[in-house]
């Protein structure tokens, strides 16, 4: 099954983390891809180093849009070994249960990772395993192929009044 | 911060997971109060009993909606100790971070916990720790009251065509 978490609200990193844990809790192998996240600065990632079943994968740490200094083809580059690792998967006899794929859809967005090869890939891998891909602005292309698409839809959000993000609540 | 997920699509119950998470991670305390969950039965349980710092209470563990048999005043006579437990938190001194309230706006809903009541409650609570309140429908007393709303809409949801629910995707 192909899922897709998108939307501008909150919620789609978060539902992505439940449902790794939800699979674990069934004694279910889990892969996590992350685009775009610091280490050692999201909560979650302290948890789920800890835990059996899970691996865990960071590429692109650094996303032009937040980090100054680093250039949309440096980016791209970063995402390299994403789709590697994406690649290698799909090509491999089943490892895992759920293959999670966090803020792909804003490399596809961004055109870090091309488009079509990443639904391709991501069709094959789904013979197999379980995929979520989350991010906003996920494009037509994936949704298509998609089986459950959610869309996290902001209704009231405090950092709009000038509240700023906090620890535990954004990361 | 109160936070509510509601909408009629996945991820409310799973962002309230790695919401959970997210803030264990940080080293904050947790409490989670559950209704409407059978127990072994979703996978995510199996994982939070196991980690420190967070407390996990479960109350009226079937819907009279799901489980044949079982009346809406019995449902409701089932929240009241949830409701009791909600009370003390509110009248104690600061015990955790973070109180999260799965499946309270289907009890709203049903009418089986008084809206007012659980409203100025809420409202009293949120002096001291963040809540996150899940399910759909959402009563609007409760979203005026909120900080952070997000609506889990639904875009495409393979159950409308006949698959079933599936262990680790569904529960």
Redesign the interface.
């Known amino acids: 099954?192909i899922?897709v978490?998108?939307?501008n609200?909150?919620?789609?990193?978060?539902?992505?983390?439940?449902?790794i844990?939800?699979?674990?809790?069934?004694g279910?192998k889990v892969c996590l891809i992350q685009l775009f996240k610091g280490e050692g600065f999201?909560?979650?990632?302290?948890?789920?180093v800890k835990?059996n079943n899970l691996d865990f994968f960071s590429f692109a740490k650094e996303h032009p849009y937040c980090i100054k200094g680093v250039s949309p083809a440096e980016a791209a580059d970063k995402c390299l070994p994403a789709m590697r690792k994406l690649k290698e998967l799909a090509n491999s006899p089943k490892k895992y249960?759920?293959v999670v794929l966090e803020e792909f859809n804003i490399a596809l967005r961004d055109k870090f990772i091309p488009e079509n090869e990443f639904v391709d890939i991501v069709k094959q891998l789904s013979q197999k395993s379980?995929i979520i891909v989350t991010g906003r602005g996920s494009p037509d292309a994936l949704?298509n192929i998609?089986?459950?698409?959610?869309?996290?839809?902001?209704?009231?959000?405090?950092y709009k009044e000038g509240?700023k993000a906090?620890?535990?609540?954004e990361?």
Do not use: C, W
């Open positions: 099954m899922i978490n998108t939307g609200g909150k919620g789609k990193t978060t539902a992505s983390i439940g449902q844990i939800r699979f674990l809790g069934h279910f999201y909560g979650e990632q302290k948890i789920l835990l249960d759920l379980n949704i998609a089986d459950l698409v959610t869309e996290m839809k902001e209704i009231k959000h405090p509240i906090e620890r535990g609540i990361f």
